[in-house]
C-alpha cells in the first residue's frame, strides 16, 4: 500500500482549514474552519478561533441557494474579547461582542429583483479590529430592503433603509420610491423623452456614542420631478447635435423632530442647452 492525499479542486468537497500566525494586537492566534456542502442547496462553514491576547470566538455561515428565489446567506460570530481597550479607542467596546448579518438576492420572475441586506454589530469597533477585509470594503454596512421591477421604457424601484446599529449615523428612507422613465422616442416623432421622479421620508439619525447623541434627529418628506425632451439630429453624416429642454419640481415638507428647523418649500428649475459629439478613427 502506498499512501496517498486526494482534494478537489472545485470546492464542493468538505474540509478543515486551518490559519495558525501572531498579531500584535492578537497574540499568538489560529482561526480554524469547517466547510461543508449538504446538497445543491445548502452549504456553510463552522468557525471557530483563538487569540491568546483576546480569547476565543466562533460562529457559522449558513448558504441557501434556492433557485427561482434567489440567493440567501446568513452569517454569526460572537467573541468574548479579553481585551477589548487595547489601542486606548475613545470608546471602548463591551467585553462580548458580535455580529450577524443576512444578504437575500432574487430574480424570481423577468425584470423583477428583490434585495435585502441585515447588518448587525455590537459595537463600532467589531470590524475594524477583526475583519479588516470587510471593513475596508464598507466601514459602515447598512440595512435596506429593496424591490425594483423594469419595463420596456421605464423602471419601478422601492427602497427602505433603516438603521439598527446607532452608533452609525444614517438617513432612513421609510421609504423612497422612485420611478425612472428612460430615453425613449415620443410617438413617430424626432422628439425623445426621459424623466427620474421620486417621494419618500427621510430621518437623518445621528450617532449615539457612550448612550449621548452627537446631534439632533429631524426628519422630513420630499418630492421631485424631473422631465426633458431631447431632439438627436446628425448634420454631414458625422456630426451629432443634441438639443435639449427640461424641467424639476421639487417640494420639501416640514423638518420635524428636535433638529427640524424649516418649513416646507417648492421649488422649480428650467434647463435647456445642447451637446456636439463626433468620432474619428483610422486603421
Not at 112 to 128: I, P, R
Not at 246 to 267: D, F, I, L, N, Q
Amino acid at each position: 500500500y502506498f499512501p496517498y492525499y486526494q482534494h478537489r479542486l472545485d470546492g464542493s468537497e468538505n474540509r478543515f482549514d486551518f490559519t495558525p500566525g501572531y498579531r500584535t494586537r492578537y497574540g499568538a492566534f489560529v482561526l480554524g474552519s469547517y466547510t461543508w456542502r449538504l446538497n445543491d442547496t445548502v452549504d456553510g462553514v463552522l468557525r471557530a478561533d483563538y487569540r491568546s491576547k483576546r480569547g476565543g470566538a466562533g460562529g457559522a455561515d449558513l448558504n441557501l441557494h434556492l433557485g427561482q428565489w434567489g440567493e440567501t446567506a446568513l452569517n454569526y460570530y460572537y467573541l468574548h474579547d479579553e481585551d477589548p481597550s487595547y489601542g486606548d479607542p475613545a470608546e471602548v467596546p463591551p467585553a462580548d461582542r458580535q455580529r450577524f448579518g443576512l444578504n437575500y438576492n432574487a430574480t424570481p420572475y423577468t425584470n423583477l429583483n428583490f434585495k435585502a441586506q441585515v447588518n448587525y454589530l455590537s459595537d463600532s469597533l467589531l470590524l475594524h479590529d477583526f475583519f479588516e477585509s470587510d471593513y475596508r470594503l464598507n466601514p459602515q454596512p447598512s440595512t435596506f430592503v429593496e424591490i425594483t421591477k423594469l419595463f420596456n421604457n421605464f423602471s419601478f424601484d422601492v427602497l427602505t433603509v433603516g438603521r439598527i446599529n446607532e452608533f452609525f449615523e444614517t438617513v432612513e428612507r421609510l421609504p423612497d420610491v422612485q420611478l425612472t422613465g428612460f430615453r425613449q422616442q415620443v410617438f413617430d416623432t424626432p422628439l425623445y423623452y426621459e424623466s427620474k421622479s421620486s417621494i419618500g421620508y427621510y430621518n437623518r439619525e445621528f450617532a449615539i456614542t457612550n448612550e449621548v447623541p452627537t446631534g439632533l434627529d429631524y426628519a422630513a418628506a420630499r418630492a421631485d420631478t424631473y422631465q426633458q425632451l431631447t431632439l438627436p439630429q446628425t448634420f454631414l453624416g458625422w456630426l451629432n447635435v443634441i438639443p435639449r429642454v427640461g424641467g424639476r419640481w421639487s417640494y420639501y415638507g416640514e423638518a420635524s423632530g428636535p433638529g427640524g428647523t424649516t418649513e416646507a418649500t417648492s421649488r422649480t428649475v428650467f434647463n435647456t442647452g445642447a451637446e456636439a459629439t463626433f468620432k474619428t478613427s483610422r486603421l
